[in-house]
C-alpha cells in the first residue's frame, strides 16, 4: 500500500482537501473519494471526453491527470454547471433538443460546450464540431449534439 | 495504474537530482497524455514520476522577434496557437500544436513532450526541425545543446540520458521574408495519427522570387522524424515555383523509409512524402511573401 499523498484545491468554487495515491487519477479521486460522479470513465485512456472537466480554466481528460497534479488548482465539474436548481442554458438545449441517448458521453459534451461558448460566443457549426473532436458520442450521430450547442449559443447571446 | 511515488521538483537541479538518483525506473511527467495512457496499459513502467510543470523553466513561453521564441519543455499547446505573435511567426508550430489530439489533450500536451515521446508520427517534431529549433538538454553534468533532428535516435528513444531532462526549445528569431508550414495526412478530420507528414521553412531573397534557405523534415515515414538534408540544400537558390517544389519533394521521398501498417503502405507514404512536401513548400513560401 502506496503512502497517501494530501492534496488542497478548489471544486466547483468550494475549497477541497482530500487524500490520495499517486498513481490516482484526478477522475477516480472525483468520482470515489469526492462523490463528484458527473464525470465519466469512458475509455480511461484520453480518447472519448467522457470525464471532461476544467483544470484552471482549460478542458481537460480527467482520466490521465493524476490527482496529485492538482495542488493548488481550481477545478470546474459538471455539477458546476446548473446554478441553485437551474439547469444552465447548455443543458437545457441539450434536454431540449434530445441531443443524447445514453447519455454517458453527455457530461463532457456539456463541460466542453461551455468552455467553447465562454471563448467563442458565436461558433460556426465547423469551430462547435472541430472543438468537441475529442468528445466521443456512439448513439446521437452528432448532429443534434451541434444544434444544441447551436442553440445555446444563440440563447446566451440573447441574454 | 501499478503504485509509484510523486515528485514535483521546483528547480531544474533538484528534478535533474531525482531523475539520476532514484531507486529504480523514474519517468517524467508533463502533459501525460502519453506517460499516463502508457502506465496504465503497462507499456512503460516507473517507480518514480517526477512531475516538471512546477519548475519555472519548463513553463516559460517568451518570444521577441529579435531573440525569437524560448518554449519551455512542458508548456501546453493551446498556449502556442492562442498566442497571436508566436502562431504568425511560426505558423508550422502553431498548425502543428493545434491538432495534437483534440482541444482536452492540447490543454495538458506539450512540444517537449512530444519530443520526448519521440514516436516517429509526432505532430509537432517536423516543425521543429524546419524550423531550426535547439533543444535545451539539463543534467547531472550541466547543459547541452541538441538540434530537433538528432533529438530522436529510434521509435520511442532519444538522447536523454540518466538525469537528464529537456527543458527548453529554442528558436530562431523569424527571417523577415520567411514562412513555414506544416501538413500531415489522416484519413478523417481531426484526432488522428499521421500516416505521413511534413514541415516546411522558407526565406526568400528580397525579390520574393528565389528561395535563399529552405529546411524540409517529414515525419511517420521512417524511425524517427526525418531531416530532409538534401532537398532542403537543394532548394537554395531556386526560383519558388511549383516546378521547384516538385522537385523538392522527389528529393525528400529519399530519406523516407516507411513501414506498411494498418495507416497506410509503404507506397502510399511514400507518394505522401512528394505531395506534402510540396504543398508545405507552397504554403510556406505564399506565407514568407506576406
Known amino acids: 500500500m502506496s503512502k497517501k499523498i494530501h492534496v488542497s484545491t478548489t471544486v466547483n468554487g468550494e475549497s477541497v482537501e482530500f487524500l490520495c495515491e499517486a498513481r490516482q487519477s484526478l477522475l477516480e479521486v472525483l468520482r470515489e473519494n469526492l462523490s463528484l460522479t458527473g464525470a465519466k470513465e469512458g475509455c480511461n485512456n484520453g480518447n472519448c471526453g467522457a470525464c471532461t472537466v476544467m483544470l484552471n480554466g482549460v478542458p481537460v481528460n480527467s482520466c490521465i491527470v493524476l490527482a496529485v497534479e492538482v495542488e493548488g488548482a481550481a477545478i470546474e465539474t459538471v455539477e458546476g454547471l446548473a446554478c441553485h436548481g437551474h439547469l444552465h442554458p447548455i443543458q437545457k438545449c441539450f434536454l431540449e433538443g434530445a441531443a443524447l441517448q445514453c447519455g454517458v458521453c453527455t457530461p463532457g459534451f456539456l463541460v466542453t460546450a461551455k468552455a467553447l461558448l465562454d471563448k467563442n460566443p458565436n461558433p460556426s457549426e465547423h469551430d462547435i464540431r472541430f472543438n468537441l473532436a475529442n468528445n466521443l458520442c456512439r448513439c446521437t450521430g452528432y448532429d443534434k449534439i451541434v444544434k444544441a450547442v447551436q442553440a445555446a449559443a444563440a440563447e446566451l447571446q440573447t441574454r | ?124 517534431i517536423a516543425p521543429l526541425i524546419a524550423l531550426g529549433a535547439s533543444c535545451t538538454v539539463v543534467g547531472p553534468e550541466g547543459t547541452r545543446q541538441v538540434a530537433a533532428e538528432e533529438f530522436c535516435v529510434s521509435p520511442g528513444k532519444n538522447v536523454l540520458r540518466r538525469g537528464e531532462l529537456l527543458s527548453t526549445i529554442v528558436f530562431p528569431p523569424p527571417a523577415k521574408s520567411g514562412g513555414s508550414a506544416y501538413e500531415r495526412f489522416i484519413p478523417r478530420n481531426e484526432m488522428d495519427i499521421a500516416v505521413a507528414a511534413a514541415g516546411s521553412w522558407v526565406e526568400l531573397d528580397p525579390s520574393g522570387k528565389t528561395i535563399k534557405n529552405a529546411r524540409v523534415a517529414i515525419t511517420a515515414v521512417a524511425p524517427t522524424p526525418r531531416f530532409a538534408a538534401e532537398a532542403s540544400q537543394w532548394l537554395a537558390g531556386k526560383p519558388a515555383t511549383e516546378e521547384t517544389f516538385a522537385q523538392a519533394g522527389e528529393l525528400a521521398k529519399k530519406v523516407a523509409s516507411p513501414i506498411t501498417d494498418m495507416r497506410g503502405t509503404q507506397e502510399f507514404r511514400v507518394h505522401l512524402v512528394g505531395v506534402l512536401t510540396k504543398r508545405t513548400l507552397a504554403k510556406a513560401v505564399e506565407r514568407a511573401r506576406g
Open chain 2, 1 to 124: 495504474m501499478k503504485s509509484f511515488d510523486y515528485a514535483a521538483p521546483t528547480s531544474l537541479a533538484e528534478a535533474s537530482a531525482l531523475l539520476a538518483h532514484a531507486n529504480g525506473q523514474a519517468r517524467i511527467l508533463a502533459g501525460g497524455t502519453d506517460l499516463l495512457v502508457q502506465l496504465r496499459e503497462h507499456l512503460r513502467e516507473a517507480d518514480l514520476v517526477v512531475d516538471v510543470k512546477r519548475i519555472p523553466e519548463l513553463m516559460e513561453l517568451s518570444f521577441t522577434p529579435e531573440q525569437g521564441l524560448r518554449l519551455g519543455a512542458s508548456v501546453p499547446c493551446y498556449r502556442i496557437y492562442e498566442h497571436a505573435e508566436v502562431s504568425a511567426a511560426y505558423p508550422a508550430l502553431a498548425e502543428a500544436a493545434r491538432i495534437v489530439g483534440g482541444w482536452q489533450i492540447q490543454s495538458r500536451a506539450s512540444v517537449g513532450g512530444n519530443l520526448c515521446n519521440s514516436s516517429p508520427a509526432g505532430d509537432t
